[in-house]
């Protein structure tokens, strides 16, 4: 967290010390009983107002953001680029500024430049939350994952996880190799030479087949593969891509009995997963997703009532 003019923004997790990760994973156990719970919301925000501002499209983050601040009790203003001023061409800065002149209390940023929830955070003096930006982060997938790890495999140190895929596009990959390093993880990448980026980090093993990382990983967390990047010249063809690459049944039984699958969203079924594979037992694609509220919930919860919040 960045700590600025009184105020916290989560820009991306490498702000966060290891005391404070593991303090908003047990703030979402904690809200995950709350969740479960036949009336889903606690007053902890109540008066708070909390804006979604996105630049690009968004499902499961938005809506779970979304969930997470009425949960909490906040007042929630959704934006969409497409159907505001930035039409018009309204700056990011305005934008910024108009939200925190009707009294905003928090902004939650996606944008498909990297970097711009750090200007954001620069010119406001309320919270921002980094909900993806261009190649660069995503905080809260990053911890909601390692959430979902730290629940179904319980200690996470010298336990391995291997980023299958398009590593070198991915902010999911970029934060989510961060903050597993930072948990004492084993972090392993299983990509074609042309996904690897130039960014990652000294110590983090490379295969260039899958079928050589299954039977250690206790975590394989696959890549959104974006056809596109066929015609960008990244991959000879997507048939060569899913014969080296694709989480198939066949795989799965290379792997751990235990192991766990995992998947960010939107995923390319046929492409990165089989349908099959995706909905195994092992596959906690959709617990990723329940979880995901929760840890936006300690997000929302730290950054408006944490330490100098209230
Ligand atoms: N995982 C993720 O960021 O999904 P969305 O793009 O649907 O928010």
């Known amino acids: 967290m960045q700590g600025k003019r009184e105020k916290r923004d989560l820009l991306d997790v490498d702000q966060l010390e290891l005391g404070e990760v593991e303090s908003l994973l047990e703030s979402a156990e904690a809200f995950e009983e ?5 009336i889903k919301k606690v007053p902890a925000l109540r008066g708070k107002t909390v804006v979604n501002l996105f630049y690009e499209p968004s499902t499961r983050t938005r809506f779970s953001f979304e969930l997470a601040a009425k949960s909490l009790s906040a007042d929630v203003l959704n934006f969409s680029a497409s159907a505001s001023s930035v039409e018009k061409g309204e700056s990011l800065k305005d934008t910024g500024f108009t939200v925190q002149a009707m009294g905003a209390d928090a902004v939650v940023i996606r944008h498909p430049v990297a970097g711009a929830p750090y200007l954001l955070a620069e010119w406001l003096d309320i919270p921002v939350i980094n909900a993806g930006d261009g190649m660069h982060a995503h905080p809260t997938q990053a911890l909601l994952d390692v959430y979902v790890m730290r629940k179904r495999l319980g200690k996470l140190e010298g336990r391995r996880v291997t980023f299958v895929g398009d590593i070198l596009h991915s902010r999911v990959a970029r934060s989510g190799i961060k903050v597993c390093t930072m948990l004492g993880m084993k972090v392993a990448v299983a990509a074609p030479p042309t996904f ?3 960014w990652l980090p000294h110590g983090v093993e490379v295969f260039q087949r899958l079928d050589d990382a299954l039977e250690d990983s206790h975590v394989i967390y696959l890549l959104r593969i974006q056809r596109e990047r066929q015609q960008q010249g990244y991959l000879p063809s997507l048939e060569e891509y899913v014969s080296s690459f694709q ?3 066949e795989r799965l039984r290379k792997a751990r009995p235990d192991v766990l699958v995992m998947h960010p969203g939107p995923m390319n079924r046929g492409v990165e997963i089989t349908p099959g594979v995706a909905e195994s037992p092992q596959s906690v694609v959709d617990y990723q997703v329940t ?4 840890v936006r919930m300690a997000v929302l919860f730290l950054l408006l009532r944490g ?3 209230a």
């Open 34 to 38: 709350v969740l479960r719970r036949p």
């Open 196 to 198: 690897l980026p130039a």
């Open 247 to 249: 989480m198939n049944e």
């Open 291 to 294: 979880c995901g509220v929760a």
């Open 307 to 309: 330490a100098g919040g």
